[in-house]
């Protein structure tokens, strides 16, 4: 397959990238670079696959307007996986209205272009922040209806929106899949598991927003991968997925698992809970694992160490 991936410089695009290469696609990514975190680290991803001779990159913003027509022009697309967008729940406060351009507006344009070029297969990164508040339970596409807290979840519900609406009114084919914490080498130095362990390896206090009884179902990345290349070969209309680990973990719980992967006691600080951060996440998967096949392979501890691995080399 040859694949348009928008935001393919970042975290979770880059490992997709390598699991797209493995399996003998094609793909042009369409990234900007931006200072959300350090470009360059986004630059070291890109020339992790300069060998393959199969990834094209196309450096620009998702939003200008002739960027995504001349692309669509050039090359023939089997389908498009847009994971470009600004993320983080707590950042989204100081810059609601730059969240909306791109995570919104850049959907929409995206959308438009492929209606007007004919490619109509779209795997949309959307997000477990748009069920808002919920108890310590499951989270269901079908059983729980969207509640966003935060101006970040609520440009995702946005999103899949647009998304259910190209596809009813015309014709698209387009998975959403709602990623839950997505942790793992080259993870975004915003995450609470990149902090921690970075601060927990090199002996600096960390900081616990609220008292540690926050929960999330954090997802290791090569599973995340996985779900998005199992949603590029099941098409049915507008589906919505959860993709995440499936089990569900407290942050005081994912701090003592670092102290015994590092060896390190946390020096704890806390601070109040953040706006935007809903208390729990915990994936329901019965819809991916029937639909899709989606298996999540790896646990939290053997992510962990693997990431402890990786940090370790980083800090050389
Ligand atoms: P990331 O910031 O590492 O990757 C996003 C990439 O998009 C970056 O390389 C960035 O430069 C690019 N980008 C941003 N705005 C752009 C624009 N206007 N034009 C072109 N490129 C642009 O983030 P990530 O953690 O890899 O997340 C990827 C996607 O998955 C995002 O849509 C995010 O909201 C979603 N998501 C992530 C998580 C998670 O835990 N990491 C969870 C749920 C959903
Ligand atoms: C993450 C991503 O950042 C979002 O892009 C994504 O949409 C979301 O997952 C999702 O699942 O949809 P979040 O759950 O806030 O958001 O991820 P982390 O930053 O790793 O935070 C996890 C928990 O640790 C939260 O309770 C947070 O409050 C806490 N945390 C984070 C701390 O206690 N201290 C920190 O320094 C950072």
Same mark, same amino acid.
């Given at each position: 397959?040859? *694949? ?7 975290? /979770?695009?880059?490992? +997709? ?7 003998? $696609?094609?793909?042009? /990514? ?5 200072? +959300?975190?350090?470009?360059?680290? !986004?630059?070291?991803? *890109? ?16 939003? $200008? ?5 001349? +692309? ?5 697309? @089997? ?18 209205? %730059? ?12 959308? $438009?272009?492929?209606?007007?070029h004919n490619v109509r297969r779209l795997v949309f990164s959307s997000s477990s922040s748009v069920y808002g508040e919920t108890e310590r339970q499951r989270n269901s596409e079908l059983r729980n209806q969207p509640a966003p807290i935060s101006p970040y979840a609520q440009? !995702? ?14 014709? =698209? ?9 997505? =942790? ?8 609470? /598991? ?13 900081? *616990? ?5 926050? #929960? ?6 090569? $599973? ?11 098409? @049915? ?7 995440? #680990? ?12 670092? &102290? &015994?992967?590092?060896?390190? !006691?946390?020096?704890?600080? =806390? ?5 935007? @951060? ?5 994936? @329901?998967?019965? !819809? ?8 999540? &392979?790896?646990?939290?501890? %053997? ?14």
């Amino acid at each position: 397959m040859t *694949i348009l991936l928008t935001g393919g410089a970042g975290f /979770i695009g880059t490992h +997709l990238t390598e699991r797209l290469l493995a399996q003998g $696609d094609t793909v042009h /990514i369409i990234d900007n670079f931006n200072d +959300l975190y350090d470009p360059a680290l !986004k630059r070291q991803n *890109i020339s992790r696959h300069a060998d393959s001779g199969r990834v094209h990159v196309h450096e620009g913003d998702l939003c $200008d307007p002739l960027l995504l027509h001349r +692309l669509f022009q050039q090359y023939t697309f @089997d389908a498009v996986v847009h994971l470009a967008a600004l993320p983080g729940v707590r950042s989204s406060f100081g810059q609601p209205n %730059e969240y909306y351009r791109v995570n919104v507006l850049g959907t929409q344009h995206l959308l $438009d272009m492929m209606r007007a070029h004919n490619v109509r297969r779209l795997v949309f990164s959307s997000s477990s922040s748009v069920y808002g508040e919920t108890e310590r339970q499951r989270n269901s596409e079908l059983r729980n209806q969207p509640a966003p807290i935060s101006p970040y979840a609520q440009t !995702k519900q946005a999103a899949e929106q647009l998304c259910q609406q190209y596809a009813e009114e015309h014709g =698209f084919a387009i998975n959403c899949l709602r990623f839950f914490t997505v =942790f793992g080498p080259l993870q975004r130095p915003d995450m609470a /598991i990149y902090q921690f362990l970075r601060r927990i390896l090199t002996h600096q206090p960390i900081t *616990i927003y609220g008292d540690g009884n926050a #929960s999330r179902d954090f997802t290791y990345v090569t $599973d995340v991968a996985a779900g998005i290349t199992k949603a590029l070969q099941h098409w @049915d209309g507008f589906q919505l997925y959860n993709i995440g #680990s499936g089990t569900n973990t407290t942050v005081a719980q994912l701090v003592q698992l670092m &102290e &015994e992967a590092t060896g390190n !006691k946390a020096q704890l600080t =806390f601070n109040t809970r953040q706006p935007g @951060d809903v208390s729990h996440t915990w994936a @329901d998967l019965s !819809k991916a694992s029937q639909r899709l096949t989606y298996a999540p &392979e790896v646990s939290l501890a %053997e992510g962990v160490s693997h990431m402890v691995t990786w940090m370790q080399m980083m800090l050389l």
